[in-house]
């Protein structure tokens, strides 16, 4: 069983830094991708930030300067360290890992999500 555990959420001004982790744990052989995504009251879940096994990073415009995505592989864990933060950046925040699972007879690959952290920005 597979889980992802986020942690770091919480109330913060306009303007204010917060820091986001994501832990990993289970049976699996290999993490692939990683990545924060949000979700605001009544939209849709976006994209903010994904980063590949190599440490290569990719950001949603609306995020791109200002928030940093990072992993840990010999921890399992991603971060998204949040700069200068908006009130529109009010949302929860999931995390989610592409992963290969150790199955009963071969691996395969799957997508887990965490349980969500809310992050809430006043202006």
């Known amino acids: 069983q597979v889980q992802l555990v986020e942690s770091g959420g919480g109330s913060v001004q306009a303007g204010g830094s917060l820091r986001l982790s994501c832990a990993a744990s289970g049976s699996f052989n290999k993490i692939n991708v990683m990545g924060w995504y949000r979700q605001a009251p009544g939209q849709q879940r976006e994209l903010v930030a994904t980063i590949t096994s190599s440490d290569s990073p990719l950001y949603a415009d609306s995020v791109k300067g200002r928030f940093t995505i990072s992993r840990d592989n010999a921890k399992n864990t991603v971060y998204l360290q949040m700069n200068s933060l908006k009130f529109e950046d009010t949302a929860v925040y999931y995390c989610?890992?592409?992963?290969?699972?150790?199955?009963?007879?071969?691996?395969?690959?799957?997508?887990?999500w965490g349980q969500g952290t809310q992050v809430t920005v006043s202006s």
């Open positions: 989610n890992a592409d992963m290969v699972v150790r199955g009963i007879l071969v691996p395969y690959e799957a997508r887990y």
